[in-house]
């Protein structure tokens, strides 16, 4: 039975990735303005984001590759939520440009911080919580609410700016 169970768990790993590549908008990167007393430009900003979320995608690529047990699951989940909360707090730290350019990048920052932080991890966490149970029925509602996370404001946003690496492909 529990071979079955993590059969099952192993199927819902790039299920799991795939999800948190909305989070692609999860990201990872050392971007620091080239001068500090000068606003990045739009296109300045949108390569800075388009790395972090880049390196982030490229991190999480085999985060659940051989993972065949739950605590191996647990694990990929746990990586997954840090790397998550990385990217929101990288994108965060990153200088906006000035006038529409930097209201449309704080409005992808912020809608971001939403999916992520307020949606996409407490979902992770009921996730990690229902495969360490072993419920499957708990499985199957944290990835229901996984896949009901609206990513539709940090893409719009992400678009406009040109971040085209943290946009979801539509």
Do not use: W
Not at 118 to 138: C, H, M
Request: hydrophobic fraction near 35%; charge should be negative; charged fraction near 35%.
């Amino acid at each position: 039975m529990r071979i079955g169970y993590a059969r099952r768990m192993t199927r819902l790993a790039p299920v799991l990735l795939t999800l948190l590549a909305f989070a692609a908008v999860s990201c990872n990167g050392d971007d620091a303005p080239s001068q500090e007393d000068d606003a990045p430009s739009q296109e300045e900003f949108a390569d800075r984001a388009d790395k972090i979320c880049r390196e982030a995608e490229e991190s999480l690529d085999d985060i659940a590759e051989g993972a065949e047990s739950p605590e191996d699951i647990v694990e990929a989940i746990d990586e997954l939520i840090e790397e998550s909360s990385n990217v929101v707090d990288e994108l965060g730290d990153l200088e906006r440009p000035e006038g529409d350019a930097g209201s449309t990048a704080e409005r992808f920052v912020d809608a971001t911080r939403k999916e992520i932080h307020d949606e996409g991890i407490p979902a992770l966490e009921e996730l990690r919580g229902a495969v360490e149970s072993e419920n499957q029925e708990a499985v199957q509602q944290a990835v229901q609410r996984l896949q009901g996370i609206d990513s539709s404001a940090s893409n719009k946003a992400a678009r406009a700016l040109g971040a085209t690496q943290c946009a979801e492909e539509q």
